[in-house]
């Protein structure tokens, strides 16, 4: 009687060796918490001083606040996938977080390849003539520079484009001394 008890005690010592998966899913139940993961893109918009016109160089611009950029995203067809204009804070920064992004190509439909940063307004009567400096007229491409933010169940990969810019629409041309 002695011996069968013992053997039923070793028995069931040696069950979750003998079934490793059956041993760890009843003592502890496997919850899997999918991870969120978001796009955004983030630049700075500026007014480009007088002296620059023409040219893409942004020193001595000054970062225009409540300006207006958009993202646009086009499918692998080509096809408009993604749209949503973006103000900038106090200091001409934006911080655009694609909610409702998709890709329905994970690399046609890239974001590196699919989406790109317009201008769209500037607050400043002053400046508020559209220019070209890194493509803000036809389209700034993003840039990925290993930015993210983890979380427990969030994650956000971080794009770069531009710096942008407007120009000034009233420039007094500079006299030669």
Same mark, same amino acid.
């Given at each position: ?12 010592? @040696?069950?979750?060796?003998? &079934?490793? /998966? &059956?041993?760890? =899913? ?6 899997? +918490?999918?991870?969120? +993961? %978001? +796009? ?10 007088? %002296?620059?016109?023409?040219?893409? /160089? ?11 950029? =958009?993202?646009?995203?086009? %499918? ?9 204009? &973006?103000?900038?804070? #106090? ?8 909610? $409702?992004?998709?890709?329905?190509? =994970?690399? @046609? %439909? ?9 201008? +769209? =307004?500037?607050? @400043?009567?002053?400046?508020? !003539? !559209?220019?070209?400096?890194?493509? $803000?007229?036809?389209? /700034?491409?993003? *840039? ?15 794009? #770069?484009? $531009?710096?942008?810019?407007? *120009? ?10």
């Amino acid at each position: 009687m002695a011996m069968t008890q013992l053997t039923i005690l070793i028995s069931f010592l @040696l069950l979750p060796l003998a &079934f490793p /998966s &059956f041993a760890t =899913s009843a003592e502890t139940p496997t919850t899997t +918490v999918e991870k969120h +993961v %978001d +796009v955004v893109v983030e630049g700075m918009v500026y007014c480009q001083i007088c %002296d620059h016109l023409g040219k893409w /160089s942004l020193a001595g611009a000054e970062p225009i606040p409540a300006a207006k950029i =958009s993202v646009v995203c086009k %499918d692998h067809k080509n096809q408009v996938s993604y749209y949503k204009a &973006f103000e900038t804070n #106090a200091h001409g920064y934006f911080y655009a977080q694609l909610q $409702g992004f998709k890709m329905s190509h =994970s690399l @046609l %439909d890239h974001p590196l390849q699919a989406c790109h940063v317009k201008l +769209v =307004s500037s607050p @400043l009567a002053n400046c508020n !003539l !559209l220019s070209n400096v890194n493509y $803000g007229l036809n389209g /700034s491409p993003l *840039r990925y520079e290993d930015k993210r933010l983890n979380g427990k169940s969030y994650e956000a990969v971080i794009y #770069a484009a $531009g710096p942008l810019a407007f *120009r000034p629409a009233n420039c007094t041309p500079s006299t030669p001394p």
